[in-house]
């Protein structure tokens, strides 16, 4: 009996430990979340932008004017700040199958900025927090199993900054004020129906093709070069489909959405998701 007594009080206080140093990790870890989106929506509410004129627009592309004609119906809106919540099935790097995933973002509307961050299960009991953050110019990027174990511990390099470039970029249609003439981005011609969207900021550049619809639906984007498939990470991914557009504050906002990587003219989808909020600030 004594044997069974100190087995169950050593099996409660290993538990008990356990909890502990999940319940430590989690709070650290929401906490560099909660001070990453402050540091995002403080670049996003300290970008101005003059008024774009009807001038403007026409002098971009004619499958941009078509697109900005459809996303602004009522005018040409302003914000400085999007925040975004979506749920879906993630595929983890380097795996085949599918978990619900829910996900947050925070976006600096004007100047390239973003946190991005998930909770993705990976068995019953267990999951995975991932965040993403990049402001001027610099990202970083982790994922730890139930908020303590990090499995994945990205410092900024000049490729991987680049990359997060691309993720802003990519998310781009969420907040089409952004894609206006005057900010960041600046746009190519092609062809009727697809340009190319080209973003500088902080000594970057990054860019990818966008391909409209008749009706001026953005309905995906692709990156131009091929993706580094054997990382632990998806970064950007190189291709992202829009669908199922709504007004949001006056602005056509696609609810659904597929991000994948792309490579030797394949496409991996990783991220097929909807949007379940959405708030311009």
């Known amino acids: 009996m004594h044997i069974l ?3 169950a009080l050593g099996v409660g206080l290993i538990g008990a430990g356990i909890a502990g140093l999940v319940a430590t990790g989690s709070f650290l870890t929401e906490r560099d979340i909660s001070q990453f989106r402050e540091h995002v929506s403080e670049i996003g509410l300290t970008e101005v932008r003059q008024p774009v004129s009807r001038e403007d627009i026409e002098s971009l592309p004619a499958p941009v004017q078509r697109y900005f004609d459809f996303v ?4 040409v809106t302003t914000a400085n700040i999007v925040r975004v919540s979506a749920e879906g099935q993630f595929r983890r790097p380097q795996t085949e199958d599918f978990n619900l995933t829910t996900a947050e ?13 998930a909770t993705t299960p990976i068995v ?3 999951w995975a927090r991932a965040y993403d953050f990049f402001a001027e110019g610099e990202m970083e990027m982790k994922a730890k199993v139930m908020s303590v174990l990090t499995v ?5 390099t000049p490729e991987l900054n680049v990359i997060s470039l691309r993720r802003w970029l990519l998310e781009s249609a969420l907040f089409p004020q952004a894609l206006l003439p005057g900010g960041p981005v600046r746009w190519e011609p092609i062809n009727e129906n697809s340009a190319r969207a080209i973003v500088e900021a902080d000594g970057l550049r990054a860019a990818m093709i966008a391909h409209f619809d008749e009706d001026g639906r953005m309905v995906f984007m692709a990156a131009e070069e091929d993706g580094d498939l054997s990382t632990s990470y998806h970064g950007s991914g190189e291709h992202v489909t829009r669908s199922d557009y709504r007004e949001v504050d006056g ?3 696609p609810h659904r959405f597929v991000i994948s990587r792309a490579s030797g003219g394949e ?3 990783f991220f097929d998701a909807a949007l379940t909020q ?3 600030e």
């Open 5 to 7: 007594k100190w087995t």
């Open 278 to 280: 959405i708030e311009f």
């Open 152 to 156: 994945v511990d990205e410092a900024e």
């Open 267 to 269: 496409i991996y989808p």
């Open 72 to 75: 602004f119906p009522n005018g």
């Open 251 to 253: 602005v056509m906002v």
């Open 105 to 117: 973002q925070v976006i600096a509307i004007g100047e390239p900025a973003l946190m991005f961050s």
């Open 124 to 126: 019953p009991g267990i």
